[in-house]
């Protein structure tokens, strides 16, 4: 049944991994560094900021997040890597003649399970579930998933890394937003907004549309990038 599963995860791989267009190999690079979603980054913590009407509340969501990435992806690197130790595709002696390089990119030697997809997975659902709109639910997961789709594309997650990164993520996140919860019941902030301008946990709708704007125009921008 377990060699099942490892053929059944190295056949997907291959399935997915690579191409035979330059086009799609840029774009793919492109999407998957992290430096091109600095503007999204950049405009959440602007939603945040203008979004809480005092440092306290400002604090907690963004140490909130913060945390998320440290128990999703900073765990996983120094702890679950070395520990299970399971070789990435670009490594796999079993299979890394047979994965399309791109851009001569191999990542490390272990990729059980994927930061990638734990990282973007936990902010993902984190925010989604602060901000609770569905529009921005939607972009945030995508975002994710696009992310997640990079790892294989390029050879250095198999699918079973990324499903593991995914749930590791989203329970990580499940766990912050209860505290988070918690924390703004102590500080005695009101969570239910009734008004057609703001979710009903306070986030105005104008601003929550320009980040889901952001994230439109980066993808924009890398697929005018990768014809350069």
Known sequence: MFDSLINFD???????????????????HILTTSTTWIPLYVAL??????????????????????????????VDDMLVKPFVARYRPTHDPSIGILVDVVNGYRGGKYGFFSAHAANTFSLA????????????TIMMICWSLVNCFTRIYLGVHYPGD???????????????WL??????????????????????????????????????????????????
């Open 10 to 28: 190295h056949q997907l791989l291959l399935l997915i991994n690579g191409s035979h267009s330059l086009y799609a190999d840029q774009l793919v």
């Open 45 to 74: 913590f602007w939603l945040v900021l203008k979004n809480n009407e005092n440092a306290c509340r400002l604090f907690l969501v963004v140490s909130c997040a913060v945390v998320c990435i440290l128990l999703a992806g900073t």
């Open 125 to 136: 659902v984190f925010f989604s579930l602060v901000v609770r709109k569905g529009s921005f």
């Open 162 to 176: 990324i499903m593991a990164g995914l749930f590791w993520g989203g329970f990580i996140a499940w766990l912050i």
């Open 179 to 228: 505290g988070y919860l918690r924390l703004q019941k102590l500080i005695g902030h009101n969570n239910k907004f009734v008004s057609s301008q703001y979710t009903r946990t306070g986030y105005r709708h104008a601003d929550i549309e320009i980040v889901n704007t952001v994230l439109c125009l980066i993808y924009l921008y890398a697929f005018i990038r990768a014809c350069v």
